[in-house]
């Protein structure tokens, strides 16, 4: 049972333009979601994080929204750069559940 | 410095043999973890440990025993490997696990191949 869900394996972007990257979920008891950032051969690292109880975290060009009602996140990068060229994963907690539930990632590219 | 940190980076057996993974974090949190992400880019918690004791147990093959001498280490011992447990397996830690919030910090990972 997959409570995450990145339904876009890839996505390719013009540098300068912007990224959008979606996430679905199914438990509508988790009240925290966040983005991790995976380069190859490198562990998951933290991009930014939201409660349930707002609808939109921003921190610089990473902007991440959440729709509670669709049970649906997105994270925008703007502008996007080629640094950004990595596998974003989304994540859930919460609903009685210490632990993390990852999605299964959406490999973005950003082209020069 | 790495934060957190596993050996080895690979590892290449034969099935049935018997293998370790050792991993030490620099931060000093108080909550361990391991994951597996299989060849389908799942990545799924298996164990969590807090201050030296087991709170998050997922169904995992009782071959997988987790041992944590101390606050900062977190070792993964396999029994028995199976072709099945080829996959990457990542080491984390975070302040504490109260809730479900705190940030997790990733080690490079250890990429198991079992032939």
């Known amino acids: 049972d997959q409570q995450v869900k990145q339904n876009s394996p890839s996505l390719s972007v013009q540098e300068g333009r912007i990224s959008i990257l979606n996430c679905d979920y199914t438990n509508s008891m988790f009240d925290y979601f966040l983005w991790y950032k995976k380069y190859p051969a490198e562990g998951p690292t933290f991009l930014i994080s939201i409660s349930s109880i707002k609808d939109k975290n921003e921190d610089g060009r990473f902007t991440v929204f959440l729709n509670k009602s669709a049970k649906h996140l997105s994270l925008h990068i703007v502008p996007s750069q080629p640094g950004d060229s990595a596998v974003y994963f989304c994540a859930a907690s919460g609903g009685g559940t210490y632990k993390y539930i990852f999605g299964t990632g959406t490999r973005l590219k950003v082209l020069a | ?115």
Not at chain 2, 23 to 50: A, P, R, V
Not at chain 2, 97 to 102: K, M, P, S
């Open chain 2, 1 to 115: 410095d790495t934060a957190v940190s596993q050996t080895p980076k690979y590892l290449v057996t034969q099935m049935g043999n018997d293998k370790s993974i050792k991993c030490e974090q620099n931060l000093g949190h108080d909550t361990m973890y391991w994951y597996k992400q299989d060849s389908k880019k799942f990545l799924k918690i298996m164990f969590s440990y807090n201050n030296k004791e087991l709170i998050i147990n997922e169904t995992v093959p009782n071959r997988f025993s987790p041992k944590s001498p101390d606050k900062a280490h977190l070792n993964l011992h396999i029994n028995s490997l199976e072709l099945g447990d080829s996959a990457v397996y990542f080491c984390a830690s975070s302040q504490d696990w109260v809730g479900g919030t705190d940030t997790q910090y990733f080690g490079p990972g250890t990429r198991l191949t079992v032939l």
